[in-house]
């Protein structure tokens, strides 16, 4: 399983991530069922992406280990949290799923996703993982989800920094993980 480098410090802020915050406080504010919410907080975050003004020099530090995640903003009551994900060159996720709804935008760089299916155990067969989809997400895309169906692994698959913004329907810094479950089983394909 990979393990990741997390930053749970007071985030300095910028103008920017506090204009993104409010748009989606205003977003999820509406109520929205999970898949909605996820699909309007990528129509706040998009704008936001590849800004220079967006994160400080400390919320884009990498750790040489492995992906890095940095607590931008968790919602007093709870309903949402902005993380930047640090990637070097390699990093990756493990294959796994979230416990809410999750918008994802990539800031800077390039990071390549395999969506995955769960078979569930029979008689005759094991449970298991069938690739469902592959997708490259250069700068600027954004995809939103919400479980179940949101299984997946991440990583940069470039050969530069990559990092990406995530916007969970959870309050990170109390759960400290969007992970939901980590599957470690065998996949096709």
């Known amino acids: 399983m990979t393990t990741t480098s997390t930053a749970y410090t007071a985030a300095r802020t910028t103008a920017r991530l506090d204009a993104l915050v409010a748009s989606v406080r205003e977003a999820v504010g509406q109520g929205l069922p999970p898949d909605l919410t996820a699909y309007l907080v990528g129509e706040r975050l998009a704008p936001h992406l590849g800004a220079a003004d967006l994160l400080t020099e400390e919320q884009q530090e990498p750790d040489p280990a492995t992906y890095r995640q940095h607590l931008l903003h968790a919602e007093h009551d709870g309903s949402f949290s902005v993380v930047a994900l640090v990637w070097l060159p390699g990093q990756r996720t493990s294959v796994h799923d979230h416990v809410s709804w999750c918008t994802t935008g990539v800031h800077t760089g390039e990071e390549r996703e395999r969506r995955y299916r769960l078979v569930p155990a029979t008689?005759?067969?094991?449970?298991?993982?069938?690739?469902?989809?592959?997708?490259?997400?250069?700068?600027?895309?954004?995809?939103?989800?919400?479980?179940?169906?949101?299984?997946?692994?991440?990583?940069?698959?470039?050969?530069?920094?990559?990092?990406?913004?995530?916007?969970?329907?959870?309050?990170?810094?109390?759960?400290?993980?969007?992970?939901?479950?980590?599957?470690?089983?065998?996949?096709?394909?």
């Open 123 to 189: 008689r005759e067969v094991a449970a298991h993982l069938v690739a469902t989809d592959d997708v490259v997400n250069p700068r600027g895309a954004v995809c939103g989800f919400a479980p179940p169906g949101d299984i997946h692994r991440v990583w940069n698959a470039c050969a530069d920094l990559a990092i990406s913004l995530h916007v969970y329907g959870a309050d990170i810094s109390r759960i400290g993980s969007s992970v939901r479950r980590v599957y470690d089983l065998p996949a096709d394909r």
